[in-house]
Protein backbone atom coordinates (compact mmCIF):
# COMPACT_ATOMS: atom_id res chain seq x y z
CA UNK A 1 0.00 0.00 0.00
CA UNK A 2 2.60 2.47 0.65
CA UNK A 3 6.00 2.25 2.16
CA UNK A 4 6.80 5.61 3.77
CA UNK A 5 6.43 3.68 7.07
CA UNK A 6 8.95 1.33 6.27
CA UNK A 7 12.54 3.38 6.58
CA UNK A 8 13.39 2.21 10.72
CA UNK A 9 15.07 -1.14 11.14
CA UNK A 10 13.45 -3.65 13.87
CA UNK A 11 14.72 -3.64 17.31
CA UNK A 12 17.80 -5.70 17.75
CA UNK A 13 18.05 -9.07 19.56
CA UNK A 14 19.63 -7.16 22.72
CA UNK A 15 16.81 -4.82 23.14
CA UNK A 16 14.14 -7.29 22.58
CA UNK A 17 15.84 -9.70 25.44
CA UNK A 18 15.65 -7.00 27.47
CA UNK A 19 11.89 -5.96 27.10
CA UNK A 20 10.94 -9.58 26.86
CA UNK A 21 12.63 -9.99 29.98
CA UNK A 22 10.78 -7.45 31.37
CA UNK A 23 7.46 -9.04 30.23
CA UNK A 24 8.23 -12.35 32.04
CA UNK A 25 8.65 -9.96 35.50
CA UNK A 26 5.92 -8.26 34.91
CA UNK A 27 3.36 -10.73 35.06
CA UNK A 28 4.46 -12.31 38.47
CA UNK A 29 4.41 -8.34 39.80
CA UNK A 30 0.70 -7.96 37.90
CA UNK A 31 -0.58 -11.75 39.22
CA UNK A 32 -3.06 -11.04 42.49
CA UNK A 33 -3.83 -14.54 44.10
CA UNK A 34 -5.57 -15.16 47.42
CA UNK A 35 -2.06 -14.57 49.72
CA UNK A 36 -2.40 -11.09 47.76
CA UNK A 37 -5.79 -9.97 48.75
CA UNK A 38 -5.00 -6.89 50.52
CA UNK A 39 -2.53 -6.03 47.77
CA UNK A 40 -5.95 -7.05 45.37
CA UNK A 41 -8.11 -4.85 47.73
CA UNK A 42 -6.28 -1.46 47.58
CA UNK A 43 -8.14 0.81 45.27
CA UNK A 44 -6.46 4.23 44.16
CA UNK A 45 -9.33 5.11 42.44
CA UNK A 46 -11.69 5.27 45.46
CA UNK A 47 -11.76 7.12 48.81
CA UNK A 48 -10.73 5.57 51.82
CA UNK A 49 -10.15 5.90 55.30
CA UNK A 50 -6.55 4.81 56.58
CA UNK A 51 -8.37 3.48 60.09
CA UNK A 52 -10.79 1.48 58.42
CA UNK A 53 -10.16 -2.47 56.47
CA UNK A 54 -10.11 -2.65 52.44
CA UNK A 55 -13.67 -4.16 51.82
CA UNK A 56 -13.81 -7.59 49.93
CA UNK A 57 -17.24 -8.69 49.06
CA UNK A 58 -18.38 -12.31 48.73
CA UNK A 59 -20.74 -14.13 46.35
CA UNK A 60 -23.47 -14.99 48.51
CA UNK A 61 -23.52 -18.76 46.52
CA UNK A 62 -20.07 -18.84 48.81
CA UNK A 63 -19.74 -20.35 52.38
CA UNK A 64 -18.32 -16.92 53.92
CA UNK A 65 -17.73 -18.51 57.17
CA UNK A 66 -15.51 -21.32 55.17
CA UNK A 67 -13.93 -18.66 53.05
CA UNK A 68 -12.72 -16.82 55.84
CA UNK A 69 -11.10 -19.72 58.02
CA UNK A 70 -9.25 -20.69 54.95
CA UNK A 71 -8.15 -17.14 54.40
CA UNK A 72 -6.80 -17.04 57.41
CA UNK A 73 -4.64 -19.55 56.74
CA UNK A 74 -3.35 -17.95 54.31
CA UNK A 75 -2.70 -14.48 55.38
CA UNK A 76 -0.20 -13.23 57.83
CA UNK A 77 -2.74 -11.61 60.35
CA UNK A 78 -1.09 -8.47 60.30
CA UNK A 79 -2.85 -8.42 56.75
CA UNK A 80 -5.58 -9.88 57.89
CA UNK A 81 -6.25 -7.33 60.38
CA UNK A 82 -6.58 -4.68 57.21
CA UNK A 83 -9.69 -6.55 55.86
CA UNK A 84 -13.11 -6.90 56.11
CA UNK A 85 -15.04 -9.41 54.23
CA UNK A 86 -19.21 -8.93 53.57
CA UNK A 87 -21.52 -11.15 51.39
CA UNK A 88 -22.69 -9.16 48.78
CA UNK A 89 -26.30 -7.25 48.77
CA UNK A 90 -28.85 -8.73 46.35
CA UNK A 91 -29.43 -5.48 45.57
CA UNK A 92 -26.34 -3.62 44.20
CA UNK A 93 -28.16 -0.10 44.72
CA UNK A 94 -27.81 -0.70 48.55
CA UNK A 95 -24.06 -0.86 48.29
CA UNK A 96 -22.93 2.22 50.35
CA UNK A 97 -19.05 1.34 50.60
CA UNK A 98 -17.38 0.18 47.48
CA UNK A 99 -15.13 -2.78 47.33
CA UNK A 100 -13.14 -5.99 45.71
CA UNK A 101 -15.04 -8.81 44.60
CA UNK A 102 -13.34 -11.81 45.35
CA UNK A 103 -12.24 -13.80 42.72
CA UNK A 104 -10.68 -17.91 43.83
CA UNK A 105 -7.89 -17.67 41.95
CA UNK A 106 -4.60 -15.87 40.27
CA UNK A 107 -5.29 -13.30 38.14
CA UNK A 108 -3.39 -10.63 35.91
CA UNK A 109 -4.29 -7.01 35.90
CA UNK A 110 -3.25 -4.52 33.70
CA UNK A 111 -1.21 -1.84 35.76
CA UNK A 112 -0.96 1.51 37.80
CA UNK A 113 -4.09 2.35 39.10
CA UNK A 114 -5.89 0.08 37.38
CA UNK A 115 -5.75 -2.83 40.26
CA UNK A 116 -8.34 -4.94 39.33
CA UNK A 117 -9.34 -8.21 36.54
CA UNK A 118 -10.49 -6.15 33.49
CA UNK A 119 -12.86 -7.57 31.00
CA UNK A 120 -11.00 -7.24 27.58
CA UNK A 121 -8.03 -6.50 28.91
CA UNK A 122 -7.86 -10.28 30.03
CA UNK A 123 -7.82 -11.46 26.71
CA UNK A 124 -4.84 -9.74 25.21
CA UNK A 125 -3.04 -10.43 28.32
CA UNK A 126 -4.11 -14.27 27.80
CA UNK A 127 -2.52 -13.87 24.85
CA UNK A 128 0.84 -12.87 26.40
CA UNK A 129 0.59 -15.37 29.09
CA UNK A 130 0.19 -18.10 26.55
CA UNK A 131 3.40 -16.80 24.59
CA UNK A 132 5.37 -16.72 27.45
CA UNK A 133 4.29 -20.51 28.55
CA UNK A 134 2.35 -19.21 31.45
CA UNK A 135 -0.53 -21.93 30.31
CA UNK A 136 -1.68 -22.52 34.23
CA UNK A 137 -1.96 -18.61 35.20
CA UNK A 138 -4.07 -18.14 31.47
CA UNK A 139 -6.53 -20.98 31.73
CA UNK A 140 -6.92 -19.73 35.20
CA UNK A 141 -7.78 -16.16 33.81
CA UNK A 142 -10.41 -17.83 31.78
CA UNK A 143 -11.61 -19.33 35.00
CA UNK A 144 -11.77 -16.37 36.81
CA UNK A 145 -13.98 -14.85 33.84
CA UNK A 146 -16.34 -17.64 34.14
CA UNK A 147 -16.53 -17.64 37.96
CA UNK A 148 -17.62 -13.72 37.30
CA UNK A 149 -20.61 -14.49 34.98
CA UNK A 150 -21.74 -17.44 37.48
CA UNK A 151 -21.45 -15.25 40.56
CA UNK A 152 -22.09 -11.27 39.19
CA UNK A 153 -23.93 -12.19 36.35
CA UNK A 154 -21.92 -11.61 33.76
CA UNK A 155 -18.30 -10.67 33.04
CA UNK A 156 -17.56 -7.35 34.75
CA UNK A 157 -16.39 -4.17 33.83
CA UNK A 158 -13.92 -5.54 36.10
CA UNK A 159 -13.50 -6.68 39.50
CA UNK A 160 -15.23 -4.23 42.08
CA UNK A 161 -18.78 -3.35 43.23
CA UNK A 162 -18.95 -0.17 41.17
CA UNK A 163 -18.47 -2.17 37.96
CA UNK A 164 -21.73 -4.39 38.99
CA UNK A 165 -23.86 -2.61 36.73
CA UNK A 166 -21.55 -3.05 33.19
CA UNK A 167 -19.42 -5.48 31.32
CA UNK A 168 -17.11 -5.01 28.74
CA UNK A 169 -16.41 -5.63 24.61
CA UNK A 170 -17.11 -9.72 25.04
CA UNK A 171 -13.83 -11.59 24.12
CA UNK A 172 -14.81 -14.24 25.79
CA UNK A 173 -14.57 -16.98 23.66
CA UNK A 174 -11.13 -16.34 21.89
CA UNK A 175 -9.47 -16.83 25.21
CA UNK A 176 -11.46 -19.87 25.77
CA UNK A 177 -10.11 -21.53 22.58
CA UNK A 178 -6.45 -19.98 22.66
CA UNK A 179 -6.08 -21.83 25.94
CA UNK A 180 -7.77 -24.76 24.63
CA UNK A 181 -4.96 -24.72 21.97
CA UNK A 182 -2.84 -25.25 24.76
CA UNK A 183 -4.54 -27.95 27.33
CA UNK A 184 -6.43 -29.96 24.57
CA UNK A 185 -8.64 -30.49 27.82
CA UNK A 186 -12.68 -31.30 26.37
CA UNK A 187 -13.61 -32.05 29.88
CA UNK A 188 -12.62 -28.36 30.81
CA UNK A 189 -14.10 -26.83 27.58
CA UNK A 190 -17.26 -29.23 28.05
CA UNK A 191 -17.51 -27.28 31.42
CA UNK A 192 -17.90 -24.12 30.10
CA UNK A 193 -20.89 -24.18 27.46
CA UNK A 194 -23.19 -23.09 30.27
CA UNK A 195 -21.34 -19.60 31.00
CA UNK A 196 -20.60 -19.10 27.31
CA UNK A 197 -24.59 -18.82 26.73
CA UNK A 198 -25.29 -17.01 29.79
CA UNK A 199 -22.70 -14.12 28.86
CA UNK A 200 -24.35 -14.82 25.60
CA UNK A 201 -27.80 -13.66 26.36
CA UNK A 202 -26.75 -10.65 28.55
CA UNK A 203 -25.76 -9.20 24.73
CA UNK A 204 -29.27 -10.23 23.44
CA UNK A 205 -31.72 -9.23 25.28
CA UNK A 206 -32.67 -6.28 26.06
CA UNK A 207 -31.28 -3.41 26.59
CA UNK A 208 -28.35 -4.23 24.85
CA UNK A 209 -30.58 -5.51 21.86
CA UNK A 210 -31.75 -3.28 19.36
CA UNK A 211 -35.22 -5.37 17.88
CA UNK A 212 -35.31 -3.10 15.08
CA UNK A 213 -32.18 -4.00 13.53
CA UNK A 214 -31.17 -7.15 15.69
CA UNK A 215 -27.58 -5.97 16.38
CA UNK A 216 -26.46 -5.22 19.64
CA UNK A 217 -25.17 -2.28 22.00
CA UNK A 218 -24.16 -1.01 25.20
CA UNK A 219 -26.29 -0.58 28.06
CA UNK A 220 -25.01 -0.29 31.43
CA UNK A 221 -27.86 -0.67 34.18
CA UNK A 222 -26.25 2.02 36.56
CA UNK A 223 -27.54 5.43 37.54
CA UNK A 224 -25.74 8.55 38.39
CA UNK A 225 -21.76 9.34 38.09
CA UNK A 226 -19.63 6.49 37.48
CA UNK A 227 -18.22 6.42 41.24
CA UNK A 228 -14.27 5.74 40.42
CA UNK A 229 -15.01 8.64 37.86
CA UNK A 230 -16.11 11.53 40.77
CA UNK A 231 -12.91 10.46 43.40
CA UNK A 232 -9.80 10.01 41.37
CA UNK A 233 -10.49 11.62 37.73
CA UNK A 234 -9.75 15.20 39.14
CA UNK A 235 -7.90 17.49 37.24
CA UNK A 236 -5.37 20.49 38.78
CA UNK A 237 -7.90 22.53 39.89
CA UNK A 238 -9.55 19.87 41.66
CA UNK A 239 -12.87 19.46 38.64
CA UNK A 240 -14.14 15.87 38.06
CA UNK A 241 -14.47 14.94 34.64
CA UNK A 242 -17.85 15.98 35.37
CA UNK A 243 -17.73 19.20 35.78
CA UNK A 244 -15.32 19.41 32.68
CA UNK A 245 -17.85 18.34 30.46
CA UNK A 246 -20.62 20.48 31.57
CA UNK A 247 -18.41 23.24 30.85
CA UNK A 248 -17.90 22.15 27.36
CA UNK A 249 -21.80 21.94 26.94
CA UNK A 250 -21.91 25.81 28.44
CA UNK A 251 -19.09 26.91 25.51
CA UNK A 252 -19.96 24.95 22.88
CA UNK A 253 -22.98 24.33 20.61
CA UNK A 254 -22.74 21.09 18.37
CA UNK A 255 -25.52 19.06 16.28
CA UNK A 256 -24.11 15.60 16.98
CA UNK A 257 -26.83 14.50 19.42
CA UNK A 258 -29.34 16.44 20.48
CA UNK A 259 -27.82 18.05 23.53
CA UNK A 260 -30.89 18.83 25.93
CA UNK A 261 -31.39 14.95 26.14
CA UNK A 262 -28.04 14.97 28.35
CA UNK A 263 -27.94 18.39 29.76
CA UNK A 264 -30.25 20.90 31.24
CA UNK A 265 -29.09 24.42 30.33
CA UNK A 266 -31.45 26.14 32.82
CA UNK A 267 -30.17 24.62 35.32
CA UNK A 268 -26.72 23.93 34.18
CA UNK A 269 -26.71 20.15 35.57
CA UNK A 270 -26.14 16.42 33.78
CA UNK A 271 -29.15 14.47 33.24
CA UNK A 272 -29.76 10.96 34.49
CA UNK A 273 -29.61 9.99 30.67
CA UNK A 274 -26.02 11.45 30.41
CA UNK A 275 -25.05 9.57 33.20
CA UNK A 276 -26.63 6.00 31.48
CA UNK A 277 -24.65 7.34 28.32
CA UNK A 278 -21.62 7.69 30.29
CA UNK A 279 -21.68 4.46 32.20
CA UNK A 280 -22.38 2.74 29.13
CA UNK A 281 -19.45 4.69 26.97
CA UNK A 282 -17.39 3.09 29.86
CA UNK A 283 -19.08 -0.41 28.83
CA UNK A 284 -17.66 -0.21 25.52
CA UNK A 285 -14.03 -0.02 26.51
CA UNK A 286 -13.74 2.97 24.59
CA UNK A 287 -13.65 5.80 27.50
CA UNK A 288 -13.50 8.51 26.10
CA UNK A 289 -13.69 9.20 22.87
CA UNK A 290 -16.34 11.64 20.47
CA UNK A 291 -17.01 8.12 18.29
CA UNK A 292 -20.45 8.78 19.39
CA UNK A 293 -20.24 12.15 19.39
CA UNK A 294 -18.88 14.28 22.56
CA UNK A 295 -17.95 12.30 25.10
CA UNK A 296 -19.50 9.10 23.37
CA UNK A 297 -22.94 9.94 25.56
CA UNK A 298 -25.32 9.18 22.12
CA UNK A 299 -23.59 5.43 22.51
CA UNK A 300 -26.96 4.12 23.78
CA UNK A 301 -28.28 4.79 20.50
CA UNK A 302 -25.88 3.16 18.77
CA UNK A 303 -25.12 -0.44 17.25
CA UNK A 304 -21.49 -0.07 17.13
CA UNK A 305 -18.80 -2.32 15.00
CA UNK A 306 -17.12 -3.72 17.48
CA UNK A 307 -19.53 -4.72 19.85
CA UNK A 308 -21.47 -6.77 16.85
CA UNK A 309 -18.17 -8.02 15.46
CA UNK A 310 -17.60 -9.60 18.70
CA UNK A 311 -20.74 -11.78 18.90
CA UNK A 312 -20.58 -12.56 15.47
CA UNK A 313 -16.73 -13.75 16.61
CA UNK A 314 -18.62 -15.67 20.01
CA UNK A 315 -21.26 -17.01 17.89
CA UNK A 316 -18.65 -18.61 15.35
CA UNK A 317 -16.40 -19.78 18.59
CA UNK A 318 -19.20 -21.63 20.22
CA UNK A 319 -19.76 -23.20 16.71
CA UNK A 320 -16.44 -24.57 16.79
CA UNK A 321 -16.47 -25.30 20.60
CA UNK A 322 -19.62 -27.24 19.69
CA UNK A 323 -17.95 -29.42 16.70
CA UNK A 324 -14.82 -29.77 18.98
CA UNK A 325 -17.31 -31.99 21.66
CA UNK A 326 -19.32 -33.56 18.89
CA UNK A 327 -22.66 -31.93 19.11
CA UNK A 328 -22.93 -30.90 15.29
CA UNK A 329 -26.24 -29.95 15.62
CA UNK A 330 -25.97 -27.16 17.95
CA UNK A 331 -22.92 -26.13 16.17
CA UNK A 332 -25.16 -25.51 13.14
CA UNK A 333 -27.52 -23.40 15.22
CA UNK A 334 -24.34 -21.15 16.27
CA UNK A 335 -23.69 -20.60 13.05
CA UNK A 336 -26.22 -19.98 11.61
CA UNK A 337 -26.81 -17.17 13.99
CA UNK A 338 -23.06 -16.15 12.71
CA UNK A 339 -24.78 -15.98 9.40
CA UNK A 340 -27.54 -13.77 10.18
CA UNK A 341 -25.51 -11.57 12.10
CA UNK A 342 -23.01 -10.90 9.40
CA UNK A 343 -25.78 -10.14 7.25
CA UNK A 344 -27.00 -7.68 9.70
CA UNK A 345 -23.40 -5.75 10.05
CA UNK A 346 -23.30 -5.70 6.16
CA UNK A 347 -26.44 -4.24 6.09
CA UNK A 348 -26.13 -1.35 8.29
CA UNK A 349 -22.36 -0.83 9.36
CA UNK A 350 -20.74 -0.87 6.00
CA UNK A 351 -20.56 1.90 4.09
CA UNK A 352 -19.94 1.09 0.07
CA UNK A 353 -19.08 5.46 -0.37
CA UNK A 354 -16.90 5.14 2.01
CA UNK A 355 -15.21 1.61 2.03
CA UNK A 356 -15.17 1.69 6.04
CA UNK A 357 -17.31 -0.40 8.45
CA UNK A 358 -19.13 2.63 10.70
CA UNK A 359 -21.36 2.33 13.57
CA UNK A 360 -25.20 2.89 13.12
CA UNK A 361 -27.37 4.92 14.74
CA UNK A 362 -30.80 3.19 15.29
CA UNK A 363 -32.52 6.52 16.56
CA UNK A 364 -31.58 8.75 12.82
CA UNK A 365 -31.32 5.46 10.86
CA UNK A 366 -27.81 7.03 9.79
CA UNK A 367 -24.67 5.67 9.93
CA UNK A 368 -21.79 8.05 11.76
CA UNK A 369 -19.05 8.70 9.70
CA UNK A 370 -16.72 9.12 12.07
CA UNK A 371 -13.65 7.00 10.78
CA UNK A 372 -12.14 4.45 13.28
CA UNK A 373 -10.12 1.62 14.20
CA UNK A 374 -12.81 -0.10 14.42
CA UNK A 375 -13.00 -0.33 10.71
CA UNK A 376 -10.71 -3.26 11.07
CA UNK A 377 -12.89 -5.47 13.26
CA UNK A 378 -14.51 -7.38 10.69
CA UNK A 379 -11.44 -7.77 8.72
CA UNK A 380 -10.07 -9.47 11.89
CA UNK A 381 -13.00 -12.04 12.27
CA UNK A 382 -13.23 -12.53 8.27
CA UNK A 383 -16.62 -10.60 8.21
CA UNK A 384 -15.74 -8.73 5.56
CA UNK A 385 -15.30 -9.88 1.69
CA UNK A 386 -12.82 -9.74 -0.38
CA UNK A 387 -13.82 -6.88 -1.83
CA UNK A 388 -14.55 -5.23 1.41
CA UNK A 389 -11.59 -5.89 2.61
CA UNK A 390 -9.53 -4.33 -0.17
CA UNK A 391 -11.69 -1.25 0.19
CA UNK A 392 -10.33 -0.72 4.02
CA UNK A 393 -6.81 -2.09 3.06
CA UNK A 394 -7.01 1.12 0.78
CA UNK A 395 -8.08 3.60 3.20
CA UNK A 396 -5.45 2.59 5.30
CA UNK A 397 -3.29 5.67 4.78
CA UNK A 398 -6.15 7.79 6.61
CA UNK A 399 -5.33 5.47 9.72
CA UNK A 400 -1.27 4.53 9.61
CA UNK A 401 1.17 6.79 11.26
CA UNK A 402 4.89 6.47 12.18
CA UNK A 403 3.76 4.24 15.48
CA UNK A 404 1.17 2.33 14.36
CA UNK A 405 -2.73 2.40 13.95
CA UNK A 406 -4.61 5.60 15.14
CA UNK A 407 -7.46 4.83 16.78
CA UNK A 408 -9.47 7.49 14.84
CA UNK A 409 -8.44 10.16 12.36
CA UNK A 410 -10.07 12.97 14.81
CA UNK A 411 -8.24 14.93 17.40
CA UNK A 412 -10.55 15.37 20.09
CA UNK A 413 -8.66 15.73 23.32
CA UNK A 414 -9.55 12.21 24.83
CA UNK A 415 -7.32 9.44 24.75
CA UNK A 416 -9.31 7.06 22.32
CA UNK A 417 -8.67 9.33 19.41
CA UNK A 418 -5.97 10.86 17.46
CA UNK A 419 -2.87 10.97 17.97
CA UNK A 420 -3.47 8.01 20.61
CA UNK A 421 -2.69 4.26 19.35
CA UNK A 422 -3.06 1.36 21.90
CA UNK A 423 -1.52 -1.88 21.51
CA UNK A 424 -5.05 -4.07 20.94
CA UNK A 425 -6.79 -1.80 18.12
CA UNK A 426 -2.84 -2.35 16.47
CA UNK A 427 -2.93 -6.10 16.98
CA UNK A 428 -6.66 -6.24 15.68
CA UNK A 429 -5.89 -4.54 12.28
CA UNK A 430 -2.21 -6.43 12.02
CA UNK A 431 -4.27 -10.21 12.39
CA UNK A 432 -6.91 -8.23 10.11
CA UNK A 433 -4.48 -7.18 7.57
CA UNK A 434 -2.70 -10.79 7.62
CA UNK A 435 -6.09 -12.72 7.31
CA UNK A 436 -6.41 -10.81 3.87
CA UNK A 437 -3.51 -11.09 2.51
CA UNK A 438 -2.03 -7.91 3.08
CA UNK A 439 1.35 -9.16 4.85
CA UNK A 440 3.54 -6.77 4.24
CA UNK A 441 1.29 -3.90 5.01
CA UNK A 442 0.53 -5.49 8.59
CA UNK A 443 4.10 -6.29 9.08
CA UNK A 444 5.40 -2.99 8.33
CA UNK A 445 2.62 -1.64 11.33
CA UNK A 446 3.43 -4.26 13.52
CA UNK A 447 6.78 -3.47 12.98
CA UNK A 448 6.82 0.36 13.54
CA UNK A 449 4.40 -0.26 16.78
CA UNK A 450 6.85 -2.53 17.72
CA UNK A 451 10.15 0.01 17.18
CA UNK A 452 8.01 3.01 19.31
CA UNK A 453 7.66 0.56 21.91
CA UNK A 454 10.91 -1.04 22.52
CA UNK A 455 12.52 2.80 22.00
CA UNK A 456 10.15 4.11 24.73
CA UNK A 457 11.14 1.34 26.77
CA UNK A 458 14.67 2.05 26.32
CA UNK A 459 14.11 5.45 28.08
CA UNK A 460 11.50 4.42 30.63
CA UNK A 461 12.34 1.22 31.56
CA UNK A 462 8.72 0.00 31.08
CA UNK A 463 5.71 -0.52 28.44
CA UNK A 464 2.31 1.62 29.30
CA UNK A 465 -1.07 1.77 28.58
CA UNK A 466 -0.98 4.17 25.32
CA UNK A 467 0.91 5.74 23.03
CA UNK A 468 1.19 9.07 20.40
CA UNK A 469 1.83 6.91 17.32
CA UNK A 470 2.41 10.46 15.54
CA UNK A 471 5.25 11.94 17.81
CA UNK A 472 6.10 7.95 18.48
CA UNK A 473 5.83 9.08 21.98
CA UNK A 474 4.73 7.86 25.61
CA UNK A 475 4.03 11.59 26.61
CA UNK A 476 0.37 11.76 26.11
CA UNK A 477 -0.96 13.59 29.28
CA UNK A 478 -0.36 16.86 28.47
CA UNK A 479 -2.75 16.04 25.46
CA UNK A 480 -5.72 14.17 26.96
CA UNK A 481 -8.09 16.59 28.35
CA UNK A 482 -11.32 14.47 29.87
CA UNK A 483 -11.41 11.62 31.55
CA UNK A 484 -8.13 10.66 33.28
CA UNK A 485 -4.99 12.14 31.21
CA UNK A 486 -2.30 9.64 33.15
CA UNK A 487 -0.47 6.87 31.07
CA UNK A 488 -0.40 4.04 33.43
CA UNK A 489 2.70 1.74 33.88
CA UNK A 490 2.66 -2.11 33.78
CA UNK A 491 1.25 -3.05 31.29
CA UNK A 492 -0.94 -6.25 31.03
CA UNK A 493 -2.60 -5.88 27.50
CA UNK A 494 0.40 -3.62 25.84
CA UNK A 495 2.47 -6.72 27.14
CA UNK A 496 0.66 -9.20 25.72
CA UNK A 497 0.36 -7.47 22.42
CA UNK A 498 4.10 -7.17 21.98
CA UNK A 499 4.53 -10.91 22.73
CA UNK A 500 2.04 -11.62 19.77
CA UNK A 501 3.88 -8.91 17.09
CA UNK A 502 7.32 -10.60 18.14
CA UNK A 503 5.44 -13.71 16.49
CA UNK A 504 4.28 -12.52 13.92
CA UNK A 505 7.65 -11.02 13.04
CA UNK A 506 9.48 -13.95 13.65
CA UNK A 507 11.50 -12.29 16.59
Request: proline share 5%; net charge negative; with cysteine.
Amino acid sequence: MTDRFSRQQLPNAMDIERVRTYIKQTWKTLTRSQKDLLAAAKDPKIEHNRDRPWLVYVSPQEDLERLKMSLQQILPPKEWQQLELRILPAEVESIEEHGLLYLPHSYVVPGGRFNEMYGWDSYFIILGLLQDGEIILAKNMVDQLAYEIEHYGMILNANRTYFLTRSQPPIFTPAILKVYGHTQDKQWLRSLLPVIESYYYYWLVPPHLNQATGLSHYSSFGQGPAPEVVMSELDERGRTHYDRVKEYYRQFRFDDYDVSLYYDRWRDELTELFYQGDRSMRESGFDITNRFGPFSIDIIHYAPVCLNVLLYQMEEDTAKINEILGYAEIATQWRDRASLRQERINQFLWDEEAGLYFDYNFRTGKRRLYEYATTFYPLWAGIASPEQAKRVWQNLAKFEEAGGILTSTHVSGNQWDAPFGWAPLNLMAVEGLLRYGYEADAKRIAGNFLIMAVQEFNQTGTLVEKYDVCACSANVSDEIFFGYSSNEIGFGWTNGVILELLKILDL
